[in-house]
């Protein structure tokens, strides 16, 4: 007889699977025998049966589990149709994966995301603490689409690259969310903006004279447009659930945009401002702040962008000395 002995998984799935509700949630324990309950008591039983109310951004506080972690040495290798990822479905997707003492080491996690290619790998730790670690990249994926799932306006389109490594741990994804660890960076040369034409805007900034006020740099940008940007590059750096943009700039058409600012993992929340510059002079800045699915839009002229700050330091926090013009933008986001 061997010391150890162990199991492999090979399968395909042809429909849609949730890896987080069907593979790695705690399976439920099968009901003890006892005495018979009261009618309050079992009223109170039902109501904490309840899966608890979503957390600050909508993060999910059902406590996480492996309980089939170590339990039995396993290898897997499961090909899905649609896998559904803390939100995220992937299409054709490949899972292949250890089960150990120590937690899961899922050594290749693939699929279609966004019109790209997803690939991960990581280790998931069991335990009381659950925890993990991660590094991920999406490639040539259509930058629009990753707006609109995130539940911002798809205001730019174009092929894009995303990659970056996280760690977290804790018992719920409300949990994980304010405990996220490590950086991003997203590249997508060859953007296109719809709705702006930043070169019309920039030639009258090249224009001699008087530069646009703000209500002729209004009309310039209520004519609609597309641009191209000839590079947009973001970088992140996440401590603690709060992502701090290390770096954000867009170039292109005679315009340079500048970004700075945070979001705010674990509350589903932003703080990000733009400044604006045509033809190398400074024009308008733009803040987007509060909760993604409706955060408040703010523009200010170049004469209060001259004398206003950064972002302000606290999210969803109005800007100072802006007079904002609200309106929504965005939709909830799907997690």
């Known amino acids: ?69 170590g339990a039995i040495p396993l290898d897997l290798s499961l090909r899905a149709r649609e896998l559904i990822v803390g939100g995220a479905t992937l299409g054709d997707a490949l899972v292949q994966a250890g089960f150990g003492e120590d937690g899961i080491d899922v050594r290749q996690l693939s699929g279609s995301l966004w019109r790209g290619r997803f690939e991960a790998s990581g280790k998931l730790a069991g335990g009381e603490n659950p925890g993990l670690a991660a590094i991920f990249a999406v490639t040539d994926f259509e930058l629009g689409e990753m707006l609109t799932a995130s539940g911002l306006m798809p205001v730019l389109r174009g092929p894009a690259k995303l990659s970056g490594r996280v760690e977290s741990q804790g018992g719920t994804f409300s949990i994980w969310a304010g405990n996220l660890k490590g950086d991003a960076a997203l590249t997508a040369p060859g953007a296109i903006i719809d709705g702006l034409d930043l070169g019309a805007i920039a030639r009258r900034y090249a ?66 401002v733009a400044e604006f510059a045509f033809a190398g002079k400074k024009s308008w800045r733009f803040a987007a702040q509060g909760p993604f699915a409706n955060p408040r839009l703010n523009f200010q002229p170049p004469a209060q962008t001259a004398s206003s700050g950064g972002p302000s330091s606290g999210v969803g926090a109005p800007p100072a000395g802006s007079a904002a013009r609200s309106r929504p933008a965005g939709r909830p986001a799907s997690r």
Request: glycine share 12%.
């Open 1 to 69: 007889m061997p010391d150890e002995f162990g199991f492999v998984f090979v399968g395909d799935i042809h429909r849609r699977w949730d890896l987080v509700a069907q593979g790695l949630r705690a399976l439920p324990r099968p009901v003890q025998r006892g005495p018979l309950l009261t009618r309050s008591q079992q009223a109170q039983a039902a109501r904490a049966a309840v899966a608890p109310a979503p957390g600050p951004g909508g993060w999910s506080r059902v406590p996480l589990a492996f309980d089939l972690a």
């Open 207 to 272: 224009a001699p004279g008087n530069p646009p006020d703000i209500a002729e740099l209004a009309r310039l940008a209520g004519r609609g447009g597309r641009s191209m940007l000839d590079e947009f590059d973001a970088r992140l750096r996440i401590e603690l659930g709060h992502a701090r943009v290390e770096r954000w700039r867009a170039a292109g058409a005679g315009a340079t945009i500048d970004g700075s600012g945070q979001i705010d993992i674990g509350a589903w929340a932003l703080d990000l």
